[in-house]
T-cell receptor, first 113, second 117 residues
Framework: DAGVTQSPTHLIKTRGQQVTLRCSPKSGHDTVSWYQQALGQGPQFIFQYYEEEERQRGNFPDRFSGHQFPNYSSELNVNALLLGDSALYLC????????????FGPGTRLTVT | AQSVTQLGSHVSVSEGALVLLRCNYSSSVPPYLFWYVQYPNQGLQLLLKYTSAATLVKGINGFEAEFKKSETSFHLTKPSAHMSDAAEYFCAVSGLRNSGGYQKVTFGIGTKLQVIP
């Protein structure tokens, strides 16, 4: 049973550029959440997708957007990258009918120069 | 609202000693509680979960946690620390649903565990 997968593993971008990160949820899961984890910090909730719609959003600007596809996979897009966007981006999946138990992918390390 | 407080951002123990990582929660509904572990440059791995069954929960790698409603606590313990336990540990709470019915998960700030040989 494949767990949560994310791509790419590492990414280096320049300020002002745009980036797309990808996530495939664990088999049987229908809800995907994205988190930003800056160095030395805990995960900060960005948003959550279910049935191809954004259902919850954390305190992140509109530069952060997402998408969920019919197969439940998801993308995180960040526009106009800032140096402060450098972080580990984590994808987590769960069943929306469940108890909140989330399974995390290995993350994508984004470096903005 | 719901929240998690992890007491002690850094904890050091000697190899073979008891590990105790503290977590207190606040929730307006009966909570589900989780402990996750994160090794450097990796994602979070679920250690154990409390979902309203037994109050003493056993997880992977010899860890366990006890749900104490009266103390609103869910502390993580391991009888004997191993060098491989050095990592960052996150407590999380869920249970509260937003107006759309979607469950919110809130994480603590994490506790870095150092194991001294």
């Amino acid at each position: 049973d494949a767990g949560v997968t994310q791509s790419p593993t590492h990414l280096i971008k320049t300020r002002g550029q745009q980036v797309t990160l990808r996530c495939s949820p664990k088999s049987g899961h229908d809800t995907v959440s994205w988190y930003q984890q800056a160095l030395g910090q805990g995960p900060q909730f960005i948003f959550q997708y279910y049935e191809e719609e954004e259902r919850q959003r954390g305190n992140f600007p509109d530069r952060f957007s997402g998408h969920q596809f019919p197969n439940y996979s998801s993308e995180l897009n960040v526009n106009a990258l800032l140096l402060g966007d450098s972080a580990l981006y984590l994808c987590a999946s769960t069943k929306t009918s469940g108890r909140g138990e989330q399974y995390f992918g290995p993350g994508t390390r984004l470096t903005v120069t | 609202a719901q929240s998690v407080t992890q007491l002690g951002s850094h904890v050091s123990v000697s190899e073979g000693a008891l590990v105790l990582l503290r977590c207190n929660y606040s929730s307006s509904v009966p909570p589900y509680l989780f402990w996750y572990v994160q090794y450097p440059n990796q994602g979070l791995q679920l250690l154990l979960k409390y979902t309203s069954a037994a109050t003493l929960v056993k997880g992977i790698n010899g860890f366990e946690a006890e749900f104490k409603k009266s103390e609103t606590s869910f502390h993580l313990t391991k009888p004997s620390a191993h060098m491989s336990d050095a990592a960052e540990y996150f407590c999380a709470v869920s249970g509260l649903r937003n107006s759309g019915g979607y469950q919110k998960v809130t994480f603590g700030i994490g506790t870095k565990l150092q194991v001294i040989p």
